[in-house]
């Protein structure tokens, strides 16, 4: 529990780096070796991460069951639908 500030912050430095590294690191890929190497790359990276993740990462404490507000989903789904299509209807005439 002590160490969830410090994760945290490392989850969000790859938020905020990510968007900007991966297309130029996408595109460097593409230039030199073609879109099928992509995959070959990302799945060993992947592959990893599984496993340094299920090895690394522990239950700190006992689930507990919460209650489901069905309120908040019903309008989570309207809210978010209504997101998508507005969008969708943005680049529409």
Not at 34 to 50: E, N
Not at 73 to 92: D, K, M, P, T
Request: net charge positive.
């Amino acid at each position: 529990p002590q160490h969830r500030g410090r994760m945290m912050g490392r989850v969000s430095i790859v938020m905020a780096l990510a968007p900007a590294i991966g297309p130029t690191m996408s595109g460097v890929v593409l230039d030199s070796l073609g879109w099928h190497w992509i995959f070959g790359i990302v799945l060993p990276i992947a592959l990893v991460s599984l496993f340094v993740g299920a090895r690394w990462i522990r239950n700190l404490g006992e689930t507990r069951e919460a209650p489901i507000d069905v309120v908040s989903v019903v309008l989570s789904a309207l809210g978010f639908g209504g997101i998508v299509f507005g969008l969708s209807q943005i680049g529409g005439g």
